[in-house]
């Protein structure tokens, strides 16, 4: 009962909590390929993964192959510079993307050529305007050039240039 100089309804208990919706990490994905053929794993690989832009450099890379425990990545003939950015941290997160689209877990790896190695774009390999190989690893290693690449994971390295310390200003006080 309450007291007459209140107005308004009675007042009511809260009604329980509502019960949280379930989060997206424990709703089922869509429900993984019958096919082993590389080039719709592959698709189904990219419609997941592209919707997160800084892995939009995936786009030069293809599934080479594929078997019952592992798939073979091969970067995209003309755009070896994204050997930049395949860390095993990186193979290992495609690997669960892959795993999602399979429904089994396969080990990645990455196809490197002929040679092994990735392309260094030196003098050598004919790419003039490319840095020489020694300098371009070197420039690759630097914190700054790999935060950059991650950050637009397009970016490539065309040039570098030594700076040289400004020369020392004579002033008096």
């Known amino acids: 009962m309450r007291p007459a100089h209140f107005s308004g309804p009675e007042p009511t208990t809260p009604a329980p909590p509502a019960e949280p919706a379930p989060s997206d990490a424990s709703a089922p994905g869509p429900a993984p390929l019958d096919s082993d053929d590389p080039a ?3 698709s189904a690989v990219l419609e997941r993964a592209m919707q997160k832009p ?4 995936l786009r030069y890379v293809e599934l080479a192959n594929l078997d019952d425990e592992r798939a073979v990545l091969r970067v995209v003939p003309g755009h ?3 050997f930049a950015f395949i860390t095993d941290v990186r193979l290992t997160q495609i690997g669960k ?3 999602d689209v399979v ?3 396969v080990r990645v ?3 490197r050529g002929p040679t092994g190695a990735p392309d260094t774009g030196d003098a050598a390999s004919g790419q ?3 840095p020489a190989g020694g300098d371009r690893r070197e420039a690759m290693g630097l914190p700054l050039v790999r935060q950059v690449l991650e950050i637009f994971p397009e970016a490539s390295l065309i040039d570098i240039r030594e700076t040289k310390p400004a020369p020392p200003t004579d002033q008096k006080p």
Do not use: F, H, L, N
Request: net charge neutral.
């Open 40 to 42: 719709a794993v592959w």
């Open 54 to 57: 800084s892995w939009a450099w």
């Open 80 to 82: 070896r510079e994204v």
């Open 97 to 99: 993307v892959i795993e």
């Open 103 to 105: 429904g089994r877990r």
């Open 109 to 111: 790896t990455i196809d």
């Open 128 to 130: 003039p305007g490319q």
